[in-house]
């Protein structure tokens, strides 16, 4: 008889068919992983083309993981949350890693690739390869724009196709609809990382906000950085700071590099992503 019943209530769970509901960290990046303002600017005049300098771009990546990432602009504790989640989705216990930031991965010169470049760093950085399952960005989301500036971050997005995403931002039809449910229902189990977490749409899952962190280091570091780069300095040197005509952009960052460490200094040693940390293990272990 225990048995009939057993086999009984195996029947129905398969005719209920109840999803498996995924488990994911979804992350945020300037002013939560890091502080990437002047990191992008390298990345951006290293892809101009107006100029007879030519960069390697994984020259320039490996530079910026050995003198910025260590010393300032990637917050504290980013290895130890990314070593935390890496074990995680080896142990079974988290199905997914995404990025999701408000950056356009589009230039201005309408080359792309700029979102994609800082993964491959914060990767490399954390020891993690292709430990991102999911990277969302300005540019493969339609959203709408927040009073900041930043966009909507809608947590539907995160198990929605290029495709599907695009439905969700039109009008109202029967499929927005069932688009809709399942992702009021999917999204039980994922949480975000975000230092604006009122921009975030969190359906059924959880927003956790941090503090902006600012911090990026040093003029000294940028030098190293710089110099250790092939062609870099004289590209930079190259072209002229947009905000200051009579420098260089290279004497520009040099100079903002120092302003800014003068100013955010006392974020040297922020530690919210202890507190990240802490919620991620008591959530999926």
Do not use: W
Not at 204 to 226: M, Q, T, V
Not at 260 to 282: A, M, P
């Amino acid at each position: 008889k225990i048995q009939k019943q057993k086999i009984q209530k195996q029947k129905m769970t398969k005719s209920i068919n109840i999803p498996t509901l995924p488990k994911i960290v979804v992350l945020d990046n300037d002013e939560c992983l890091g502080q990437f303002g002047l990191f992008s600017c390298l990345y951006v005049y290293s892809r101009m083309t107006r100029d007879p300098y030519k960069v390697d771009l994984t020259e320039l990546k490996n530079s910026c993981v050995k003198y910025l990432f260590p010393n300032g602009i990637a917050r504290p504790y980013l290895k130890e949350l990314f070593i935390l989640l890496k074990n995680l989705k080896n142990q079974g216990k988290l199905n997914a890693i995404v990025m999701y930031t408000s950056a356009p991965n589009n230039l201005s010169d309408g080359k792309s690739g700029y979102v994609y470049f800082l993964k491959d760093c914060i990767e490399l950085y954390c020891n993690c390869p292709h430990i991102y399952d999911k990277v969302l960005h300005r540019n493969n989301v339609v959203a709408k724009i927040s009073k900041c500036g930043a966009t909507i971050k809608d947590l539907g997005n995160v198990l929605l196709t290029n495709q599907q995403r695009k439905v969700l931002a039109e009008k109202d039809t029967i499929y927005k609809r069932k688009l809709n449910h399942k992702v009021n229902t999917m999204t039980h189990n994922i949480i975000m990382v975000d230092d604006k977490p009122k921009n975030i749409r969190v359906r059924s899952g959880r927003a956790i906000g941090i503090y902006p962190y600012e911090y990026e280091g040093n003029s000294i570091l940028f030098k190293k950085c710089i110099n250790s780069v092939p062609n870099l300095r004289k590209k930079l040197e190259y072209y002229r700071d947009p905000e200051n005509n009579k420098l260089s952009v290279y004497q520009g960052i040099l100079r903002e590099a120092d302003v800014n460490y003068k100013k955010y200094y006392g974020q040297k040693n922020i530690n919210d992503l202890i507190k990240i940390i802490k919620i991620i293990k008591r959530k999926f272990i």
